[in-house]
């Protein structure tokens, strides 16, 4: 059964750094595309980017390119999002999630990460 | 690369049927077939419900279906249930080779 869990609730002050994380079981972790999407309080889902494991091969929106870093260590099944400088307007849940045959529709979501900065 | 328009709201009677549009552009929805839909409960995580404009993943019910016209999808939903009240999404493969998803649609059962 494929499973992507995510690192739990977070609540960081503007200026800090954090780095979210989703864990990958049940296939072949560098065999799929894992991207990133964000939902901001009471909004939609936004695709932000991202990450093939097997090449390290990113892509991002260009809202978010320079922002946040898409990231994985194949080593351990492990996705990441993270952000040198968090920002108030950074508050939201954001997802993982897993495509099937290509890289932009997602069959497989994580259970979502909530991060607050205040 | 703006956000594909939809509806903000649709209502809908049990029993009914009502559908959702997703209005892009030639450069997304209208140059691939490539569109998604998905569907979010309060406090959920999202669902796929509908890939490649009308595919039905496994599981999902075949009161479900999706359609395209141009650069307009569409998502219909018919014998509309008390638990399909949701918020609805469409998205897109685009010529800048990412995805994008809609404004979403919120599914009152009246």
């Known amino acids: 059964e494929v499973q992507l869990v995510q690192s739990g609730a977070e609540v960081k002050k503007p200026g800090e750094s954090l780095k979210v994380s989703c864990k990958g079981s049940?296939?072949?972790?560098?065999?799929?595309?894992i991207g990133w999407v964000r939902q901001m309080p009471g909004k939609g889902l936004e695709w932000m980017g991202i990450?093939?494991?097997?090449?390290?091969?990113?892509r991002y929106r260009p809202s978010f390119q320079g922002q946040v870093t898409i990231s994985a260590d194949k080593s351990i099944n492990t996705a990441y999002l993270q952000w040198s400088s968090l920002k108030a307007s950074d508050t939201a849940i954001y997802y993982c999630?897993?495509?099937?045959?290509?890289?932009?529709?997602?069959?497989?979501w994580g259970q979502g990460t909530s991060v607050t900065v205040s | 690369q703006s956000a594909l328009t939809q509806p903000a709201s649709v209502s809908g009677s049990p029993g009914q049927s009502i559908t959702i549009s997703c209005t892009g552009t030639?450069?997304?929805?209208?140059?691939?077939?490539?569109v998604s839909w998905y569907q979010q409960h309060p406090g959920k995580v999202p669902r796929l419900m509908i890939y490649?404009?009308?595919n039905r993943p496994s599981g999902v019910s075949n009161r479900f279906s999706g359609s395209k016209s141009g650069n307009t999808a569409s998502l219909t939903i018919s014998g509309l249930q008390a638990e399909d009240e949701a918020d609805y999404y469409c998205?897109?493969?685009?010529?800048?080779?990412?995805?994008?998803f809609g404004t979403g649609t919120r599914v009152t059962v009246l």
């Open positions: 999630a897993r495509p099937e045959y290509n890289s932009h529709t997602f069959f497989y």
């Open positions: 049940g296939y072949d972790f560098t065999d799929y595309w």
């Open positions: 990450i093939y494991p097997g090449d390290s091969d990113t």
């Open positions: 030639s450069s997304d929805v209208g140059g691939y077939d490539f």
């Open positions: 490649d404009v009308s």
């Open positions: 998205s897109s493969y685009t010529l800048s080779s990412t995805p994008v």
